[in-house]
């Protein structure tokens, strides 16, 4: 897997944790638990950081523009269907030998894409 | 939700990196590289934040993309694990799928784990005689492997 394409599906992950720990009712549960959230939330923006920075600028700019625009930027390929649009690939994407080693992106939604092992 | 799990009775490792990933290696339906990165989310959370969530107790999570439905894996060692600031001989390991009901259904399972531990307590937990009464105490089945 091409080594941007690892770091934008971690980077995804490390999103979704933070965002989780910012609702309400996660919180309160991680709280009961005896977990501190709190400064948790605090050390995964600073993990992100150091994640991001290590990434190639054109994708991580892109990886900004797609979240701002549909709140998720990286997807996984199933059945030869991009799952953030539901719209089936071209053959030449879905066939590609080297489909994950290269970071490639949805011809229709721009969504970054890989396919699960 | 779907409430089954897998269940390593004898954890190997003795670390905690090691012993995520003997875990994860248990998880059929993910590939190799998956469980890879499953396993950098997972040690994220605990560099945020050790996850523990009683004396000898562990509870490593997060929500993927990496997976589409809920995986769970029960993990008991009898040498203990270093979680490294406390020795542990419960891990109970879950990965939450993304998807529209994620968070929600995110929040069940702690719910559902933190009400189970809570229900059974630790004593009663570390006392279980198989992997499958560990399950049933936590509300689990248990995935014959
Ligand atoms: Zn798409």
Redesign the pocket.
């Known amino acids: 897997m091409h080594p941007d394409l690892e770091k934008l599906i971690s980077l995804h992950d490390l999103d979704v944790m933070i965002k989780d720990l910012g609702r309400a009712d996660i919180l309160q549960e991680e709280v009961r638990l005896g977990l501190s959230p709190d400064a948790a939330v605090g050390e995964l923006k600073t993990i992100r950081e150091q994640l991001s920075s290590s990434i190639g600028k054109r994708w991580l700019a892109l990886y900004g523009q797609i979240c701002v625009r549909y709140g998720n930027a990286v ?1 996984p390929v199933v059945m030869q ?7 089936r ?1 071209p053959t030449a994407v879905y066939s590609a030998d080297d489909r994950n080693e290269q970071v490639r992106t ?6 970054i ?1 890989y396919w699960a092992d | 939700m779907d409430r089954s799990c897998y269940c390593l009775w004898d954890l190997q490792s003795t670390d905690r990196s090691s012993t995520l990933s003997e875990m994860l290696s248990c998880v059929a339906q993910t590939g190799e590289h998956s469980r890879e990165l499953l396993l950098r989310a997972l040690e994220a959370r605990e560099l945020a934040g050790a996850t523990i969530v009683a004396p000898g107790t562990a509870m490593p999570h997060c929500r993927s993309i990496l997976v589409d439905d809920f995986v769970v894996v029960l993990g008991r060692s009898r040498e203990g694990v270093s979680w490294p600031e406390e020795r542990v001989r419960l891990i109970i390991l879950f990965i939450s799928p993304v998807k529209p009901s994620g968070p929600q259904e995110h929040m069940e399972l702690i719910k559902h784990l933190a009400g189970k531990i809570g229900e059974s307590g630790q004593e009663k937990l570390f006392k279980a005689s198989s992997s499958k009464q560990l399950a049933d105490m936590l509300g689990f089945q248990l995935i014959e492997s």
């Not at chain 1, 269907?81 to 719209?87: A, E, F, M």
């Not at chain 1, 949805?106 to 969504?111: A, D, F, I, L, Y």
Request: glycine fraction near 12%; proline fraction near 6%.
């Open positions: 997807v269907r991009c799952t953030g649009c539901l719209t690939l949805c011809p229709t939604c721009g969504r894409i």
